[in-house]
């Protein structure tokens, strides 16, 4: 019987942590250019791109792996006691009333776990709070419901606004991307330090963009920093993730990841364009 329980046990355990692999491989099923659509049939994380995102997925597969094995242990522990020690296998019952060793283990064992869990919690805390030198600075301010940008080295500014349906096809998308698009895109050079100063002119929002491991929140008369540095170019969707009235669904966030070159070409071609020298409308970072 107590073999059968811990084979038992064991499948459990095999079948949580296949869990963790599926939500990981998951991450791979958008196409390579653009994350953040939904995708019929997969779990888990959004394709992680920053140090930062990297190190959430590792640190919640990590968190899974331990559940797991406790759950299953205290699961065995539950069984033995159902099967081994109910009336009709053990009529008489034990007198002991305790246990030096089982019960220092007991308060051990958790406390080393804790531990363990709480180093790579704290390293990867430290590694999103603490923002380095950067190379480029965004402020983004929330408002009912879009997005404003500025890009204060550069003296540019723009509104970023959902598309509707019938404005996508004009604007590159596809009818997937629908409440996921804007009119306008954050623009970033790839392998960049990119600063973003996060704030809202009427209620609370928040700016976040899972690939990006980013999620801040925007409060009113208040600036809130992060940071990221996207390793790979593309198109990586996000929305606001603060309740912040009837329209809360509607203000996507999207952020473009091109190459240095195509960057500085972008910023060149939207000054131009603010300036007037130009069609008012903001250049698009690739042609």
Known sequence: MTMRIAKLVAWATAGMIWVSGS????????????????????????????????GIHWLDNFLLVIISVISAFVMALLLIVIFRYNHKANPKPATFTHNAVLEVAWTAIPVVILVVLAIPSLRLLFLQLDVPEPDLTIKATGNQWYWSYEYPDQQIAFDAVMLQRDELEAAGYTEADYLLATDTKVVVPVNANVHVLVTASDVIHAWTIPSFGSKIDGIPGRMNETWFRADETGTFFGQCSELCGKDHAFMPIVVEVVSKEDFDAWV????????????????????
């Open 268 to 287: 060149t071609k939207t000054q131009q364009a603010q300036n007037g020298e130009a069609p008012t409308k903001l250049a698009a970072a690739t042609e």
């Open 23 to 54: 939500a990981a491989m998951a991450q791979e099923t958008p196409a390579r250019a653009i994350a953040g659509r939904p995708v019929d049939g997969a779990m888990g994380f959004q394709r992680a791109v920053t140090e930062v995102a990297h």
